[in-house]
């Protein structure tokens, strides 16, 4: 599992291989992944976007960019989080994902982006 916090708002991010869903003899690798939000700051916010840069270790590099998450704009009350698990597909066995959140604090509508710390897609058998 990797962590960053970005004034005060903590992201989590674990991985998991998808085996069941993927086609290695297609190029086709499934990746899950687990978030949580935390947020230790004195304010509310709110996620309002996502900004995806997912890349295959081929040099295939990928963005996606939307609204909230998993179709959700969540907000998060200080001392509470949000947890949700979406998945990525690449070409490679390999990969890596990062971006950011764009949040905005409740009590005086400003916007912040917090960081998703990189985090590497790999299947568990290329680990050992």
């Known amino acids: 599992m990797v962590?960053?916090?970005?004034?005060?708002?903590?992201?989590?991010?674990?991985?998991?291989?998808?085996?069941?869903?993927?086609?290695?003899?297609?190029?086709?690798?499934?990746?899950?992944?687990?978030?949580?939000?935390?947020?230790?700051?004195?304010?509310?916010?709110?996620?309002?976007?996502?900004?995806?840069?997912?890349?295959?270790s081929d040099g295939h590099i990928r963005q996606v960019e939307g609204e909230g998450v998993v179709g959700e704009?969540?907000?998060?009350?200080?001392g509470q989080m949000h947890r949700y698990v979406s998945g990525s597909n690449l070409k490679t066995n390999i990969g890596k994902m990062k971006g950011t959140y764009l949040m905005e604090r409740i009590v005086d509508g400003s916007k912040f982006n917090v960081v998703i710390?990189?985090?590497?897609?790999?299947?568990?058998?290329?680990?050992?």
């Open 73 to 78: 704009q969540p907000i998060i009350e200080p």
């Open 117 to 128: 710390p990189d985090f590497v897609l790999i299947p568990d058998y290329k680990l050992n």
């Open 3 to 56: 962590t960053q916090t970005t004034e005060g708002i903590q992201v989590s991010v674990k991985t998991t291989f998808q085996p069941g869903y993927s086609r290695p003899t297609q190029s086709h690798y499934v990746f899950t992944y687990e978030v949580t939000i935390e947020n230790n700051s004195d304010f509310s916010i709110q996620l309002l976007r996502r900004h995806w840069f997912i890349y295959d």
